[in-house]
């Protein structure tokens, strides 16, 4: 099968939501511009991470590389996108591995999702590589206030899943878990 590829250049939304209860969430990565609707599954991990990233990459951009201006150092509010995931929802594909870029002629953030590969040795793609061999990806551009608040409210939607134990940092079910750093005894939430 041909290499899918989807291209959102400054999307109309582009946001990370999740369906289904804490603890048994699936989160996805959803692009939109106009009646095109992509949606990817991902990890809460890569999820986590990828908000973590845009915050670095654009520090050190805003740092070192690009006026002050074209960088915030915090989301602007009106940027702020709180509505959940647009319908139909349909998967595409499971993330297995991202990029992340600064497009330096026009000043805007890069995001590409890779499809899981069962390919043995299988190494991601270089940013935007387009070679017809490679995953199916998913490639976003946009300007660094809407990347702001796009790892704003991802880092939102990570932490409203189940508290954290203060022991051992795995998620509290309300039943209590099997903490390690208690021996072996369950803990009461």
């Not at 998967?91 to 497009?103: C, K, P, Q, S, T």
């Not at 189940?162 to 005894?185: E, K």
Request: net charge negative; glycine share 6%; hydrophobic share 40%.
């Amino acid at each position: 099968m041909a290499r899918r590829i989807w291209e959102f250049r400054l999307p109309e939304r582009f946001v990370v939501g999740t369906v289904g209860m804490p603890g048994e969430r699936t989160f996805y990565l959803q692009a939109k511009s106009g009646d095109e609707i992509v949606s990817v599954a991902f990890e809460k991990q890569q999820a986590d991470a990828l908000s973590d990233r845009i915050d670095q990459l654009l520090d050190e951009v805003r740092g070192s590389r690009a006026p002050e201006d074209v960088v915030p150092e915090k989301a602007p509010v009106e940027l702020s996108d709180n509505a959940p995931l647009d319908l139909p929802l349909e998967e595409e594909f499971r993330v297995g591995a991202m990029a992340l870029g600064w497009d330096e002629a026009n000043n805007l953030v890069i995001i590409e999702a890779h499809a899981v590969s069962d390919v043995e040795g299988f190494e991601p793609p270089e940013l935007a590589d387009d070679d017809s061999e490679g995953p199916d990806t998913v490639r976003v551009w946009m300007s660094a206030p809407y990347a702001r608040a796009f790892a704003e409210r991802t880092r939102v939607i990570v932490s409203s899943g189940r508290p954290a134990c203060p022991f051992c940092q795995q998620p509290l079910d309300p039943q209590g878990h099997m903490c390690p750093r208690a021996n072996g005894y369950k803990r009461r939430s």
